[in-house]
Nanobody
Framework: QVQLVESGGGLVQAGGSLRLSCAAS????????VGWFRQAPGKERECVAA????????IYTDAVKRRFTISRDNAKNTAYLQMTSLKLEDTAVYYC?????????????????WGQGTQVTVSS
C-alpha cells in the first residue's frame, strides 16, 4: 500500500514557478514508479511527467519539456514536480500517482495509487 499526499499548489502569475511535493507513506515507495498527472476542467487526465524507481529515468509530455522537472527522494519518501515558466494552459488539478510496475508509464491505468490532487491556477 502507498498513500500519497500532494502539496504546493496555488495561484501564480504566468511566467512564475511552483514546486509540488508528493509525500508518500508505506514501505513500497522506493519500489514505485512515480507519475505526475493533471486534469483541467472538461479535459482528460494526462501524464505530465514520470520517474522510474531508482535508475533516474524520466519522461515528460511535450507541453512541459524544458519547463517542468520531476524528481524523487526515496530516503524522504517524497516526489517533486518543479514547474517553471508557467502558462495559462498549465492550470489544472495536479495528481501524484504511484505504480508498482517496473516500467516508465504515462498511462493513468498503470498507476494503482493516487493522491487527492492539488490545484494549480496560472493567471495572466
Amino acid at each position: 500500500q502507498v498513500q500519497l499526499v500532494e502539496s504546493g499548489g496555488g495561484l501564480v502569475q504566468a511566467g512564475g514557478s511552483l514546486r509540488l511535493s508528493c509525500a508518500a507513506s508505506g514501505r513500497t515507495f522506493s519500489n514505485s514508479v512515480v507519475g505526475w498527472f493533471r486534469q483541467a476542467p472538461g479535459k482528460e487526465r494526462e501524464c505530465v511527467a514520470a520517474a522510474s524507481r531508482s535508475d533516474g529515468r524520466t519522461i515528460y509530455t511535450d507541453a512541459v519539456k524544458r519547463r517542468f522537472t520531476i524528481s524523487r527522494d526515496n530516503a524522504k519518501n517524497t516526489a517533486y514536480l518543479q514547474m517553471t515558466s508557467l502558462k495559462l494552459e498549465d492550470t489544472a488539478v495536479y495528481y501524484c500517482a504511484a505504480s508498482l510496475g517496473s516500467g516508465l508509464y504515462i498511462t493513468a491505468r498503470m498507476y494503482e495509487y493516487w493522491g487527492q490532487g492539488t490545484q494549480v491556477t496560472v493567471s495572466s
